[in-house]
């Protein structure tokens, strides 16, 4: 088995007390474990006879993880259920010595916790394709009513202007605004965008208003992106997705604007293969969204508006313009760095199929510590170093992250120090002071940074 590329940055590790890593070992995971199994339990009492005693065993394995998380107990190798990435796991673990829960790698243990459950799964015969998130992420879904009109509206309005005659510069700021849609999806702050038409997009009132949204956008490199996506009509994009819910809704409403404009004629979707990370895009989510979209009994405001939204999802979809493709690669625990030509665990795979895409949009938190090695490096590191490999790989990528994590790269001197102390003023005046580094998890900063495959 090939090894992968080392990175010569340390791992941020869940023994750090001043990290978030450490804070989502001890209170992120048992809150995140009991919710499974009280999941697993709602499910397990709708159902009989073998698939009910299936369901026992499981909330018993899951109850005895979250003992071993709250005891700080060792990470022993995953069981064989015949999945390709149970030795990538096992090689690593061997690799980097014994582990806790406590004292391991963040990025290395938490999707290590995923993929152990999901290896639980497959020793059922009823419970193998299981999402232990479904019934939450629906919910929350249909909680942001609200939003997922607004933005309907918003996405039939603007779209409808792209029938008229729209220059390059205009198609230049709707994208801008459709990205930013997808950016802060997953804060569902709808106030953090402009929310103006295209004529206001266009004047002093836009401009101010773009300049306004931005502030909290550490590294902004969508001019970088503009040239990628408009230097050639048509062609594939790729989204490699992160949350389900309102978010993919978002990244959805973004596609539609891709393919509505030209800028694109197919969209690739890229979810993950198993239940991940709570809230993660799965191939089935496609279809539960458009079907909760579809009932008025779930979303009855702006009808006309949500209509015409679901059926350019489903037109796009059935003519093939938008394809959901999953790899494996994904939800294994390796960084991104293997997405190469000779990158191990399914990376290799990855690479060749990216070299389609005429830009790569990587979604979220996760995808961002993936591709950095989520490793402690200075944060003025260049994006390029930190992504290693992906920046001479030859796949124009752009990144779209709601900081929520430890890791963040490619800030200014000096900018981290504003930070931290902005960071302090603003816990301080809520009556809850906070360290200063917490705003690099809070959610309230964002980054979008560029490669385009060519260092």
Known sequence: MASPVPCPSPPYMTSDPDSFAYTSARSRWPVILTGIVDDLSRSTLGSDGEKAEEGKI????????????????????????????????????ERQGPMTWGNAPWLYSECYLYRKMYGYLQTTMHWKDYDFFARQKLDAFKSSEVAVAELAIRYKTLSGQLHGSVNKEQLNLLFREFIDIS???????????????????QSLQGEKARKESEQNILVNDVDLAWQAISSVDGGRVDLILD????????????????????????????PKAMSWFV?????????????????????????????????????????????????????????????????????????????????????????????TYDAAWPRTTPFSTAIGPLATNHVKLISLRTCKADVVVGLTDGQEEELEKAWVDITTAKGKPETGKGWAWSGKWAVMPFSSGEK
Not at 183 to 201: E, K, P, R, V
């Open 58 to 93: 499981l909330i018993e394995k899951i109850g005895g993880l979250k003992y071993d998380v709250e005891h700080d107990r060792a990470l022993p190798p995953l069981a064989d259920d015949g999945l390709f990435d149970v030795a990538l796991y096992n090689s690593e673990l």
């Open 183 to 201: 950016l802060w999806g997953n804060a569902t702050d709808l106030s953090l965008l402009t929310n103006l038409s295209l004529d206001q997009l």
């Open 243 to 270: 949350n389900a819910g309102f978010e993919f809704y978002t990244d959805l409403i973004f596609a539609l604007f891709l393919l509505d404009s030209g800028l694109a004629d197919t969209i690739v979707l890229h």
């Open 279 to 371: 809230s993660d895009v799965l191939p089935v989510d496609l279809p539960v969204l458009i079907n909760a979209l579809g009932s008025a009994s779930v979303f009855n405001m702006a009808r006309e508006e949500i209509d015409f939204l679901r059926e350019q999802l489903v037109k796009y979809n059935d003519d093939g313009k938008i394809i959901v493709r999953s790899f494996g690669f994904w939800t294994t625990s390796l960084a991104f760095w293997e997405i190469r030509e000779n990158g191990c665990g399914g990376g290799h795979e990855v690479w060749q199929d990216l070299q389609e895409s005429k830009l790569a949009i990587l979604k979220g938190d996760l995808n961002y510590r993936k591709l």
